[in-house]
């Protein structure tokens, strides 16, 4: 007969109790009897009863009595759907309502793709941590997601077409240093914000719910009398939690025997496998297997090899002995202050699963060249620039001869290095384009001597970026090829450009600006 729970948030209250006749009665006199102490009147109309697993017949005499009005699940609460049952998709319509409401009072069409990336990043994904927080989002939820971003990143609009997507999806939500954007990968995200419940769970200090739940379950299996989706979806990310802590063991009740690392040998489930398919309770803890002797945990016929790893690990515990005081697990990515952040979770996340640094980091993404050159230089160097062999490919022209030299296919390295009026206008700089020189490989041109080293990459996407402007007043608004006229626009935009460095280095625009007088 335990009491029944109460749960206040803000001026929220919930009570959970039996569907009894009884129990509700009772818990109407002591509502009335607080509200005529305290002269605080309960609003029952304004509350609401709802059954869980209540026959129909047994229903309306509890409503009779509370005098409330009846509901159901799914329902908001907190402004998160809340249900007895796992919830289907439909439940998250406000989450989808709430984003397109953000995506609906922007002005799409007066941004850049850099401007997108930075709303995308700013604005969409900080609005989904408080319910990432708090539960595991379906899958089909994340990709409804997922296209509302990338349509808005690529297009501006509420959808999108496979030809308007430059760049893959994936490749767009790797960090910068992995050659992506840095936008969100949600579910990644999403579980390395649910790590920091299974961190309060073992770090309780002041948090009533963490308390409660160690009187619930078995810390070190988290089995116990808590069921349903949610919990299921934290215990699935325990072996992420337990790769990231190492246990400092007390009285080895909330520690795994073999699968927390808690000796210096490591996981003992990976240092001695053999032994652990003997092994007859898998999720023991430590206090529960040091408590007797250590061959009674195991199958009684053992292979030879569990035999020799059985005898190793009677070695290595022989001396430990374990103590009344608590364990404590640490994490090498908590703050100073013991609170786990998911923002070091992410990043290592990431950076575990990358394939290696990206090489095109540094030229694209530090220099001092304006966001959307930036972005330009990103899609330039992996060769997914709007050109027309690109077009072609996609199936959006049928003839992709470059309008600057009318004779070959306008390709990304044809169209900034390889072109007679793009290799004219490098020569004039005092450039040598080498006959296999890449995009892909743009700041590897060599520097002319007149040049200053300092801010060099930035120098060359200003070139770049003009050429590609020059390419497009010839496209779209039928003029003529001129290297006046690109030189030109050169020099503007280097004083324009002047600013955005710092301002000991700011006379380097003047040096650029001579360079493209000198060639006039």
């Known amino acids: 007969e335990l009491p029944c729970p109460v749960i206040q948030y803000a001026d929220d209250t919930l009570i959970v109790l039996k569907a009894a006749v009884q129990d509700a009665s009772r818990l109407k006199l002591l ?17 609401t009863v709802v059954p869980m697993h209540v026959p129909e017949c047994d229903i309306p005499p509890l409503l009779n009595i509370l005098g409330c009005r009846q509901d159901h699940f799914p329902q908001t609460y907190l402004g998160m759907p809340l249900s007895n049952v796992k919830l289907n998709l439909s439940a998250f319509a406000p989450l989808i309502d709430r984003t397109d409401k953000y995506l609906g009072g922007w002005q799409s069409s007066l941004l850049n793709s850099m401007g997108r990336t930075v709303l995308v990043n700013a604005v969409l994904d900080s609005a989904l941590i408080y319910i990432c927080s708090a539960m595991l989002l379906p899958r089909g939820i994340i990709d409804v997601l997922d296209r509302k971003r990338r349509a808005f990143l690529w297009s501006g609009e509420s959808t999108t077409s496979g030809a308007q997507c430059l760049v893959a999806w994936e490749k767009a939500c790797l960090p910068k240093e992995q050659g992506g954007l840095g936008i969100k990968d949600l579910r990644s995200f999403n579980q390395c914000l649910l790590l920091k419940l299974l961190h309060r769970l073992h770090h309780p200090e002041e948090s009533a719910w963490a308390k409660w739940m160690a009187d619930q379950v078995n810390l070190a299996s988290l089995r116990g009398a808590c069921a349903g989706n949610h919990w299921d979806s934290l215990k699935e990310l325990m072996p992420v939690y337990r790769a990231i802590t190492v246990t400092d063991v007390g009285n080895g009740v909330r520690t795994s025997f073999w699968l927390d690392r808690w000796l210096p040998a490591g996981i003992l489930m990976e240092v001695f496998p053999a032994l652990y398919t003997h092994s007859l309770h898998k999720d023991a803890s430590v206090a529960e297997v040091l408590s007797s002797q250590l061959r009674a945990h195991f199958a009684l016929r053992l292979t030879r090899a569990a035999v020799a ?17 608590p ?3 640490r994490c090498k990515l908590a703050a100073q202050d013991g609170i786990l952040r998911a923002g070091p979770v992410y990043r290592a996340a990431q950076h575990a699963q990358s394939t290696g640094d990206c090489t095109f980091y540094k030229f694209v993404w530090q220099n001092h060249a304006p966001p959307r050159v930036r972005f330009f230089a990103w899609l330039l160097v992996q060769e997914k620039i709007q050109c027309k062999t690109n077009l072609l490919l996609k199936n959006i022209i049928e003839d992709a001869t470059c309008n600057l030299c009318t004779t070959e296919m306008e390709s990304p390295d044809h169209l900034i290095l390889h072109c007679p009026f793009a290799k004219r206008f490098w020569l004039q700089l005092g450039f040598c384009i080498p006959a296999n020189a890449s995009v892909t490989q743009l700041w590897q041109l060599r520097k002319p001597a007149a040049l200053p080293q300092a801010h060099y990459s930035t120098y060359l996407l200003l070139c770049a970026w003009q050429l590609w402007k020059h390419r497009h007043d010839v496209v779209f608004r039928g003029e003529t090829p001129s290297h006046l006229r690109l030189i030109l626009s050169c020099k503007a935009e280097a004083r324009l450009w002047r600013c955005r460095l710092p301002h000991d280095d700011q006379a380097i625009t003047e040096t650029w600006c001579n360079s493209f007088c000198s060639n006039m």
Not at 33 to 46: D, M, R, S, V, W
Not at 309 to 325: F, K, P, Q, R, W
Request: net charge negative; proline share 0%; glycine share 2%.
């Open 31 to 47: 509502l009335d009897q607080f509200a005529e102490a305290t002269g605080l009147k309960i609003n029952f109309h304004k509350s």
């Open 327 to 329: 364990d404590n697990r």
């Open 309 to 325: 790893e059985l005898a190793t690990l009677e070695e290595i515990t022989e001396d430990i002995v374990l103590t009344l005081c």
